[in-house]
């Protein structure tokens, strides 16, 4: 880790570019139906959903104290896209005054509701009991897997780099990572900066005259399509011959974050790459990929133009894109804490621009609702692809090993099901090197996986979301933090049902866990026949598919023992028992944060 970077980034991440519009958003109304109820160590927020919200802010008072945010530490947005609220920051025994505004966009909060009271219990000693009931014979519906569309990964570059890192060679073990997602997940498309860096060599400058080299990107590209999946083509940085000003960078691997010199050759360079892959891989298959224009504009580390200058970078580059083919898809503003996409879609309306798809990042929150974006500016059909989202955007945070982040990953999914296209976790591999190479086995990285290869808890949540049947059936939650702190997903397939329980608050301060939020969960699922076996498979924090407290237990170093990476395998599997049935009900205990995934099959 370069300490040097991590401070200047740190110092710098939160900057946000230029927040001026010449359009003003709607002034929503405040929801309605607010109610707020106290449970053991928390209180439940709800309330009635209002047309044209991307999300809610909840806020919260004492008695005799102002209503301010309720910040439940996630270092991003602190918006909500859906009710209800889980508030675990909370004081138990202390009255409380709650209420919600309406948020037609990030940066812009309405007025708020009229307020509520609640009073957070204090733990007696028993652990609530919720009842959660699955109707097994509903015809059902499609399961929504907004995780299967796409991941996010390091530069693909990597995928050709011979280094070592831990010991491991790093091009060959972010192309295993990447099998993995494919083959153990199902995951289609991989996103990732920097085609255009130089390390591609893609563009140069020879006696003042452009000249392309796709050779590298050739070698990227056939590795990704080898292993089953396509790229989404991150329209950047710049590369350096076609800079106004190659000073300005991002990133140990100096990305260059400037304006081109030249829009009309920066819109050649973009027509000629997408020429060159229809050429080269065929048009059918290049109209399934999605073209994204930068990455974060909106923050002054990513850009160092202005708003109006990105506006033009997309103009060009979807006339660009759209210059091979009309029928290929292009979008952006690929915007950090869900800014600038009304920006966006405003002034592609007035311009005439093409927005197939909307692209935005988050981070410690569900993903906001943008459909409310797309109808206010008339974009309705424009797919809604979400290229980052996690649990943290902090680089070297433990939390990315926590289980509390892969059971925050299920909350994610859920919620985003049916509402957005793609939900891509950033990243797939901790072989990730924005602000240097990882010092450590277990340093905070971003990957769903280690150097090396071991699953961390965010992977083992992936693939317990990707043992979910095709048919989502409804189920009924009832109880102290029902659908709030705790929350199921049930599904069916030919001879299998499945339910995957967690129980989880947004409040990044009980990351390590609160005893006072366990919950047992009585699970009922009426007509699944008595002859039927359960079983649980559980990811639990000390026990099952936590890797920190096994790698800590065998007293792993920085990097593991020829011996201990063979332990570390054996222990970073999940645990899965038999568990019995009492008729049509299973009782299980979920402490705060955990998983379960409960599934009936014929003997």
């Known amino acids: 880790m370069n300490t040097d970077a991590k401070a200047d980034w740190d110092a710098r991440i939160a900057v946000r570019s230029d927040e001026a519009r010449e359009f003003e958003f709607p002034d929503l109304d405040p929801p309605k139906e607010v109610s707020a109820v106290g449970g053991v160590g928390q209180v439940t927020v709800d309330w009635s959903l209002v047309p044209g919200a991307v999300g809610y802010l909840i806020l919260r008072g004492t008695e005799d104290g102002p209503l301010e945010p309720v910040d439940h530490h996630s270092g991003d947005v602190l918006s909500v896209p859906l009710p209800p609220y889980v508030d675990t920051t909370c004081t138990p025994g202390t009255p409380y005054r ?15 509701s009229e307020m509520v009271g609640a009073v957070p219990l204090v ?89 392309y080299d796709f050779s590298v990107v050739d070698a990227i590209y056939d590795k990704l399509l080898g292993l089953g999946l396509r790229p989404v083509v991150e329209l950047g940085f710049m590369p350096r011959d076609l800079a106004s000003d190659p000073s300005k960078t991002v990133f140990e691997y100096g990305a260059i974050i400037s304006p081109p010199h030249s829009y009309e050759r920066w819109g050649a360079l973009v027509t000629a790459l997408v020429q060159h892959m229809v ?39 979807a006339a660009a894109v759209k210059a091979v083919d009309q029928r290929l898809a292009v979008g952006g503003p690929s915007s950090a804490a869900a800014g600038w996409v009304d920006d966006l879609l405003a002034h592609a309306a007035s311009v005439g621009s093409p927005v197939d798809f909307v692209t935005t990042h988050t981070y410690g929150s569900p993903p906001l609702d943008v459909r409310a974006s797309l109808e206010r500016h008339g974009f309705g059909n424009a ?106 997903w049930a599904s069916r397939d030919r001879d299998r049902v499945a339910v995957l329980l967690w129980n989880l608050t947004l409040d990044q301060t009980k990351a390590a866990g609160d005893a006072d939020l366990t919950r047992t969960v009585e699970l009922s699922v009426p007509g699944v026949d008595d002859s039927w076996t359960a079983t649980a498979t559980y990811l639990t924090p000390e026990g099952s598919g936590d890797l920190v407290a096994a790698a800590n237990a065998l007293g792993v170093g920085e990097w593991p023992t020829d011996e201990q990476w063979t332990q570390l395998a054996a222990h970073s599997v999940l645990k899965t028992e038999r568990v019995a049935r009492e008729g049509e009900r299973v009782s299980l205990t979920l402490p705060m944060p955990s998983a379960v995934l409960v599934e009936f099959r014929p003997v």
């Not at 709650?98 to 909060?109: C, I, K, L, Q, W």
């Open 279 to 317: 050429d080269r891989y065929g048009l059918d298959e290049v109209l399934g990929w999605d073209f994204e224009v930068w990455n974060e504009a909106n923050l002054e580390v990513f850009w160092s133009g202005t708003k109006a200058e990105w506006m033009r970078l997309y103009d060009v580059s």
């Open 123 to 211: 733990a007696d000693g028993s652990v609530p009991v919720l009842q959660v009931a699955v109707d097994a014979h509903a015809e059902g519906v499609e399961l929504p897997k907004p995780w299967v569309p796409m991941v996010g990964s390091e530069r693909l570059s990597q995928l050709l780099c011979t280094d070592l890192s831990g010991g491991r060679e790093i091009g060959p073990e972010l192309e295993q990572a990447l099998r993995r997602m494919h083959d153990d997940i199902g995951v289609r498309t991989v996103r990732a900066h920097a085609i255009f860096h130089d390390d591609t060599r893609v563009y140069t400058e020879v006696d003042g005259e452009p000249v």
């Open 98 to 112: 709650y209420a919600v505004a309406s948020v037609p966009e990030v940066t812009v909060a309405g007025r708020a």
């Open 383 to 488: 797919r809604i692809l979400w290229t980052e989202w996690g649990v943290t955007p902090t680089h070297f945070n433990p939390i990315n090993d926590s289980v509390f982040s892969g059971v925050f990953l299920l909350r994610g999914m859920k919620s985003a099901a049916g509402r957005v296209d793609a939900l891509a976790y950033w990243v797939a591999s901790d072989h990730f090197e924005e602000l240097g190479r990882p010092p450590r086995l277990l340093h905070g990285g971003f990957g769903l996986q280690t150097v090396g290869g071991l699953p961390k808890p965010r992977f083992h949540a992936m693939s317990l979301l990707s043992r979910l049947g095709p048919v989502e059936l409804p189920v009924a939650v009832d109880g102290d933090g029902a659908g709030s702190l705790v929350e199921a």
